[in-house]
């Protein structure tokens, strides 16, 4: 199972870091992957990592401004956020597929979703 923390409440313009631990299983076995959804819409990719951080993938809409990486000693995932915007607001949660299943990141191929952690934007 994964956990996710981190979320909260920020101004345009600011940083958070979310983090998803692993409980239960190795994660050092599989590839980890961050996605969000806002209310009303589907699901979508934000950034996935490797087994062993050799590869990344970023949406379009967060490069540049995000950052994942991986301590497997800790069985934990990170998702640097920077220079965040309003349309960055929703739940964000991880997922995660076996690394030698691990091909795009998109949503329906990865599993074990953590509760989420929520990203809102204060005016």
């Known amino acids: 199972q994964l956990v996710e923390s981190g979320g909260g409440l920020v101004q345009p313009g600011g940083s958070l870091r979310l983090s998803c631990a692993a409980s239960?299983?190795?994660?050092?076995?599989?590839?980890i992957g961050w996605f969000r959804q806002a209310p009303g819409k589907e699901r979508e990719a934000v950034s996935c990592?490797?087994?062993?951080?050799?590869?990344?993938i970023y949406a379009d809409s967060v490069k540049g401004r995000f950052t994942i990486s991986r301590d497997n000693a800790k069985n934990m995932v990170y998702l640097q956020m920077n220079s965040l915007k309003p349309e960055d607001t929703a739940v964000y949660y991880c997922?995660?597929?076996?690394?030698?299943?691990?091909?795009?990141?998109?949503?329906?191929?990865?599993?074990?979703w953590g509760q989420g952690t929520q990203v809102t934007f204060s005016s």
């Open positions: 997922g995660a597929v076996p690394n030698l299943r691990f091909q795009n990141c998109q949503a329906p191929n990865f599993g074990s």
């Open positions: 990592i490797s087994s062993f951080g050799g590869r990344t």
């Open positions: 239960g299983f190795t994660m050092e076995l599989f590839a």
